[in-house]
Every structure is written in C-alpha cells, then in structure tokens.
C-alpha cells in the first residue's frame, strides 16, 4: 500500500524559503521508473504541478519556476523534500507530493497516489 | 491561462451522461502525448481516474471513460450520481515547456 504524506511549516514570512518534506511508504525510490513530484494548488485554484525527481536523481521543474525550487530525494529516509526560495504571497497554496510512475515513455506516466497536501501560508 | 483548457463547470441530472473536454495544441495533446484525469472532491487531494487516455485505475468504476483525438480529450460520465460532484483536471506533458501540465479544471454539478 502507496501512502505519502507532507510536512513542513503552515506560515512562512516573504522572502523567506520554504523546506517540504515528503515521507513515503510502500514503494522505493531506488526502484527503476519511479517517481515523486510536488504539485501546488493556490485556494480555489487549479492544479499547478512544481517539480518532479526520478529514482536515477534525475530532476526535472517547472520552467516559471526552476530558478527558486531545489528537489532532493534522501533514499534510506523515503524522503523526497522540496526547498521554494524567495516566498511570496502569491505562492500560499496546498502543496502535494504524488508518486510518479507508469509504463512506457517518462512523458506519459501520472500521478497515481497523492499525500494529503499541506496549506503554506504566506504572510508577514 | 492554462495550457490546457477545460470548460469551468458542467451540470447534469442524475443518470444523465455528462462529457468534460480538455484542448490542448500541437506541442502537447496533439503531439502524442497520453492524457490522464484526476477527481478531487472539495478539501481532499486529488484522486486518479483515468490513466493514458482511457485505462481507468483498479476500484474506478466503469461510469467513467477517456478518449483522444487530435488535439484534444474527453472524459465521459455515464448514470451520473450525486458523489461525482467535484472538480475535475486533464493532465499531460508539453514539449515546448518541458513541463508536466494540467487543465484549469471544471466543476461537476449534480442537479
């Protein structure tokens, strides 16, 4: 059974940088194909995925994006965590992670399981 | 703006049929990228439902179906239920961003 679940602060000041973690149980993140990525979601919003990191380390993110995110994955942890620099109000949303997988080409797979997200706020 | 576009809400009776369109263009839908559908119930994550165009997950029920052509997908609902109502997004990949991409979503209004 595939669970994930985020943690990290609920309020954050702007300019400050944002640290998620991700602990995950039920699958490897040393296992070839798999997958864990971060989406977001601002407050009666759509769906915005952020970042996306491979069990080689490769990683991938949003082009509007890629100069403030950092994703790293710590294996033995089954933790993937994601860093967000230079925090905005702009960027208070829900934030999930999701495992990545699927058969065929890296472009085609989806995201199967999702955490339960976790509600960054941004304020002064 | 989202580059892929959903219609923001849709309606339908119970035990009607209801269809939510997801355009894309040349660089994502249209290049042969697989299109995937997620539910989400209001304050809950996002939940998988279909899958490369048209497989649905084990414990999807039948109801729901995918297609894809051209530049675009669709998700069909057949004999609507009230539990359906929720927020539904279309996701794929885009080659021009290099990025995962997902529709603005449509809202399911069960009459």
């Known amino acids: 059974q595939i669970t994930l679940k985020e943690s990290g602060p609920t309020l954050v000041k702007p300019t400050q940088t944002l640290t998620l973690t991700c602990t995950f149980s039920?699958?490897?993140?040393?296992?070839?194909?798999?997958?864990v990525g971060w989406i977001r979601q601002p407050p009666g919003k759509a769906l915005e995925w952020l970042a996306l990191i491979y069990w080689d380390d490769d990683d991938y993110y949003s082009p509007s994006l890629k100069s403030r995110l950092t994703i790293t994955k710590d294996t033995s942890k089954n933790q993937v965590v994601l860093k967000m620099t230079s925090m905005d109000p702009v960027d208070t949303a829900t934030y999930y992670c999701?495992?990545?997988?699927?058969?065929?080409?890296?472009?085609?797979?989806?995201?199967?399981?999702w955490g339960q997200g976790t509600l960054v706020t941004v304020s002064s | 703006q989202s580059v892929l576009t959903q219609p923001p809400s849709v309606s339908g009776a119970p035990g009607q049929r209801v269809t939510i369109s997801c355009t894309g263009s040349s660089s994502n839908i249209g290049a042969g990228y697989d299109v995937h559908w997620y539910q989400q119930v209001p304050g809950t994550a996002p939940k998988l439902l279909i899958y490369g165009n048209s497989n649905r997950p084990s414990g999807v029920p039948d109801r729901f179906s995918g297609s894809k052509s051209g530049t675009s997908a669709s998700l069909a609902i057949t004999g609507l239920q009230a539990e359906d109502e929720a927020d539904y997004y279309c996701q794929s990949y885009d080659s021009s961003l290099s990025a995962r991409v997902f529709g603005g979503g449509t809202k399911l209004t069960v009459l």
């Open positions: 039920g699958f490897s993140l040393s296992t070839s194909g798999v997958g």
């Open positions: 999701a495992h990545y997988y699927g058969s065929g080409s890296y472009f085609n797979r989806h995201f199967d399981y």
